[in-house]
């Protein structure tokens, strides 16, 4: 009755210069996806690294809740589960916010690739219009990180601010150690 539910895909196409194989082997790090948000400042797995799904706590800045009502962060859990064609990601916040986030490498028809998200939400009707602004915008921005990051890894020599990767994004290797994986 104090809830509202809403959903919102994107899709945006991969870099012609990515291979299948690197974009799902960052799609199946959550340390990864979870870090192409600027505002997630912390995650940490809680589960058994087998258990699937995964369970992570994250700390964000909760940046679609206006800094009038709320300048702090929040901690939340995540649950991961990588899939054949990307992953699904759960996330339980307190205030009653749940969110269910599918990541998905997609071959259209014409021999085109995107990155598609889709987002399911619910929360409380007071932060409704601010979820969802901040997911329309969300999707787009991660999708671009994404993109980089996959440029990253298929084209290593190319230098990339060292600190706004996530240590798992670091310490990953070259390219040919990805598809070789």
Same mark, same amino acid.
């Given at each position: ?41 912390g995650i940490k797995l809680v589960s058994d690294p087998s ?33 054949e064609d990307g992953c699904d990601i759960t996330i339980q916040?307190?205030?009653?916010? @749940? ?6 490498? &997609?071959?259209? +028809?014409?021999?085109? !690739?995107?990155? #598609? ?15 969802k602004k901040f997911l329309e915008t969300q999707h787009g921005?991660?999708?671009? @990180? ?6 990253? &890894?298929?084209? +290593?020599?190319?230098? !990339?601010?060292? #600190? ?18």
């Open positions: 009755m104090f809830d509202s539910s809403f959903s919102y895909s994107s899709e945006q196409p991969l870099s012609r210069g990515a291979s299948d194989a690197i974009a799902l082997r960052l799609m199946h790090d959550m340390d990864v996806i979870m870090h192409l948000n600027p505002d997630c400042k258990a699937i799904p995964q369970e992570y706590k994250v700390e964000d800045s909760l940046a679609f809740v206006p800094k009038k009502l709320w300048s702090g962060g929040v901690w939340y859990t995540a649950f991961f589960k990588p899939v916040a307190p205030g009653g916010f @749940t969110s269910t986030n599918k990541w998905r490498l &997609v071959r259209k +028809p014409d021999g085109t !690739r995107v990155i #598609s998200i889709t987002s399911d939400a619910k929360c409380s009707k007071t932060f409704a219009y601010f979820v921005q991660l999708q671009r @990180t994404f993109n980089e990051r996959v440029e990253a &890894v298929a084209r +290593p020599g190319i230098p !990339r601010r060292r #600190s706004s990767m996530p240590r798992s994004f670091r310490t990953m290797g070259s390219a040919r150690d990805m598809v070789a994986a």
